[in-house]
């Protein structure tokens, strides 16, 4: 196979939760392989989230409206880079793109296309625009209702993930990142040992993912009090960057990618964001997902899709407690969006 030419992306990846950062380092760390990339972002969550393979530049989180536009101007103009990627928003977050893609028409420009609000691309005649100003989209595993989908240079992939299967750690080795393996001399992998599991290797674990925005961090402390004293035989870890007001240290875990963790979970409690959804269903496990309002992503749509979507902290007990008597079937594999990706991307230059 003849090895692509060696090129530097550049990924536009602002906005304020963990989903435009975490998916565009998925597609990152792929193309990095053969590719210099570079990803600027404004996520706050940026230093938590850190892959070297990629050069990160960061606009700070606080930086201002303003402050932001000038910035993305001045590395947008002023840095060389032979293919320029968007992720979600086509004008930019604050339209400041509008005016700066019809002068980089010299390198191909690809859109990224996670699902969005028809009324966002109504309201600014996105169709139009986008027609104008990219040579591609790529919807990574969602979106094909959208009005956008029709298009000619539409490409659709799986959705993009962090790790590819192989890369994931198996169940024991999850639960250790949830400090729960347990250490007597008896749990090695002995016949005996493989009949009778310790008991509390066969307790279900409940992982809630307090992903979204920081502000939201509260709510899954809260949650997490309740979904302790509704299942007192479970384990219960509680995955966040930092730990969550009313959450019970012991529970808080601080890991990064999450994704590692979820083999060792029975069910997940959290949001209905693009990679929390998607991350989960590839490893096989059941998400309880909360649909949190957004001004451009359709949580709700997702998760009615993909999850069981509960709008209570008591909605997500029962269901939770529904849950813990099913046996989730695991997949032992799943495709990787971000690897076809690159190489639509990649034909962009042929």
Not at 107 to 131: M, Q
Request: glycine letters at 6%.
């Amino acid at each position: 196979m003849k090895t692509p030419k060696m090129t530097t992306w550049l990924i536009y990846a602002l906005g304020g939760g963990w989903g435009h950062f975490t998916r565009s380092l998925s597609l990152g760390r792929i193309a990095s392989r053969y590719h210099h990339v570079k990803i600027l972002t404004n996520s706050p969550y940026a230093t938590y989230l850190r892959d070297e393979s990629c050069d990160v530049q960061i606009i700070a989180p606080d930086a201002g409206f303003a402050a932001t536009c000038e910035q993305v101007r001045d590395v947008l103009l002023n840095t060389r880079y032979d293919c320029l990627i968007v992720d979600t928003f086509p004008r930019g977050l604050g339209g400041e793109l509008a005016d700066i893609l019809p002068q980089l028409k010299h390198i191909p420009r690809i859109l990224i296309h996670r699902d969005i609000s028809p009324v966002y691309i109504h309201r600014f005649a996105l169709r139009s625009f986008v027609t104008e100003n990219f040579d591609a989209i790529i919807v990574p595993g969602e979106g094909e209702d959208s009005p956008l989908a029709d298009l000619p240079i539409v490409r659709y992939t799986s959705p993009w993930l962090i790790r590819n299967a192989e890369e994931l750690p198996d169940r024991m080795k999850a639960r250790s990142l949830l400090g729960l393996n347990c250490a007597h001399p008896c749990e090695g992998n002995s016949r005996l040992h493989k009949q009778n599991p310790p008991a509390r290797l066969r307790e279900k674990i409940i992982l809630v993912c307090a992903a979204g925005q920081a502000s939201e961090l509260s709510f899954f402390g809260k949650l997490s009090t309740h979904l302790e004293a509704a299942f007192p035989d479970a384990a219960l870890r509680v995955l966040a960057p930092v730990c969550p007001e009313g959450c019970p240290p012991q529970f808080w875990v601080s890991h990064s990618p999450g994704i590692e963790c979820l083999p060792a979970a029975d069910v997940v409690v959290g949001g209905a964001g693009y990679n929390t959804v998607h991350e989960c269903a590839a490893v096989g496990v059941p998400l309880v997902a909360f649909a949190f309002k957004r001004l451009y992503d359709r949580q709700k749509v997702r998760a009615l899709r993909c999850a069981y979507c509960v709008e209570e902290i008591e909605d997500a007990i029962a269901t939770v407690a529904m849950l813990q008597n099913q046996v989730s079937n695991r997949p032992a594999d799943y495709p990787n969006g971000a690897v076809e990706a690159v190489r639509l991307i990649e034909k962009q230059f042929t």
